[in-house]
């Protein structure tokens, strides 16, 4: 499934020639569509790092980046990401509740169109999260569903690319200690090389890795799709951003996974 070298989708540009007369009609919709898809893109952009900073707050403990490395290192990239201050500073202080931290914590599963959606929780109070979910999820049709199965629990390793990119015989060399640790796959996404494993390896993988001076930003468990959904209109792929959106800012939600293909 994986290379060693990084993988980039290109996508193909399509064009079409109108009436002169319409020809400023098309450029201002060409733009507008280009708007809405860079927002949208940007929209998913901000999702994904106030639901890191969240996950990375539970499971480190701490709202404290000098206390919590993997909020450290997810800080630094919001920030080369050009994440809004006012959003970072938002998750920071959903983040700092305490039932975030010391909460009741427990996993909803719902069914949007196609797409399983597991999302997970921490709350003083579980029967008034479920009443808000279920009034969230209604207003998108969507429903809660038994979707565990459409998922896989691993571990995950998260090393900044920019660490290793430069020297490929390092790189080579942390791949090599992390698949022979228990890794069973790899990638490059975004700035980040992405080591992922058996539950009961990630303790091992993580150590192991740092034992070869691999700067680790994070490790965590994690729910990946076992196959994605695909073929979903615009629409609806807007609709699930939206129910994503929603469901970030529920002060009880701290992470939402899910099987849509992001290509």
């Not at 280009?34 to 927002?39: C, L, M, Q, W």
């Not at 390092?170 to 640790?181: G, M, R, S």
């Not at 076992?226 to 979903?232: F, M, R, T």
Request: aromatic content about 6%; some cysteine; glycine content about 4%.
């Amino acid at each position: 499934m994986l290379k060693v070298a990084s993988r980039f989708l290109v996508a193909q540009r399509s064009f079409s020639s109108s009436h002169v007369n319409l020809s400023g009609h098309n450029k201002w919709s060409k733009i507008k569509q280009k708007k809405g898809a860079n927002d949208a893109q940007k929209g998913a952009i901000f999702g994904k790092a106030n639901r890191d900073i969240i996950a990375a707050v539970r499971s480190g403990g701490s709202a404290d980046p000098n206390k919590n490395l993997q909020l450290a290192a997810i800080l630094k990239r919001a920030k080369e990401q050009d994440i809004p201050k006012e959003n970072i500073e938002k998750a920071l202080a959903k983040a700092s509740q305490n039932k975030i931290i010391s909460g009741e914590k427990f996993i909803y599963e719902a069914m949007f169109d196609s797409v399983g959606l597991i999302i997970e929780c921490s709350t003083d109070n579980s029967n008034r999260t479920i009443h808000s979910l279920r009034e969230i999820l209604n207003a998108y049709s969507a429903r809660a569903a038994p979707v565990k199965f459409m998922f896989q629990r691993k571990g995950r390793i998260s090393i900044p690319l920019d660490t290793v990119k430069d020297d490929s015989i390092f790189l080579d060399k942390l791949v090599e200690v992390a698949l022979e640790a228990g890794a069973d796959d790899f990638d490059t996404i975004d700035d980040e090389l992405l080591f992922t494993c058996p539950t009961e390896k990630l303790s091992l993988v993580e150590q192991s890795l740092i034992k070869n001076k691999a700067n680790v930003a994070y490790s965590q468990l994690v729910y990946l799709p076992l196959e994605l959904a695909s073929g979903l209109s615009e629409e609806t792929e807007n609709n699930l951003q939206n129910l994503l959106d929603e469901l970030d800012t529920n002060e009880d939600v701290y992470r939402v996974w899910h099987t849509l293909d992001n290509k």
